[in-house]
């Protein structure tokens, strides 16, 4: 009775630490993902306020000022909209990795159940 108990604790524990595993591998996934979204909207905002300062460093008089106020509020939609478009890529690798753990933990329950409802169908089989 004791072997039998510890061989399905043994067994439970390994399928936890399996889940476990899956489950961290997922969400540094989607990290590693939100982390290149955020650093690639990083790099061309600073593009695009390096080319806003070397063209304002460049203006010389008063037509060219107004060139950059065009310049500066065209800079300012694009980068608004940059920042929504990658928070909506940001919003759907969350939803993904939240599905895929989500799943994980649907299998490791079903598991659980399996491994309950085996012994116990079993010894009911050998009670007959």
């Known amino acids: 009775m004791t072997q039998q ?5 043994f067994a439970y524990a390994k399928q936890l630490a399996d889940s476990a595993f899956k489950a961290q591998s997922v969400a540094l996934k989607g990290l ?3 982390a290149e979204l955020q650093i690639k909207a990083l790099e061309k905002q600073a593009e695009a306020a390096s080319s806003f300062i070397s063209d304002a460093f460049e203006t010389r008089d008063i037509d ?5 106020w065009e310049k500066a509020t065209a800079a300012s939609r694009e980068n608004a909209e940059r920042a929504v478009a ?3 890529e940001i919003i759907a690798v969350t939803q993904k990795t939240a599905e895929s753990l989500s799943a994980l933990a649907q299998e490791q329950q ?3 159940n399996d ?3 085996a012994p116990v169908k079993k010894a009911a089989a050998a009670a007959k």
């Open 5 to 9: 108990l510890n061989t399905q604790v």
């Open 32 to 34: 590693e993902k939100v």
């Open 64 to 68: 060219g000022l107004r060139s950059l």
């Open 86 to 88: 990658v928070t909506q």
């Open 110 to 112: 079903q598991a659980a």
């Open 115 to 117: 491994a309950v409802v």
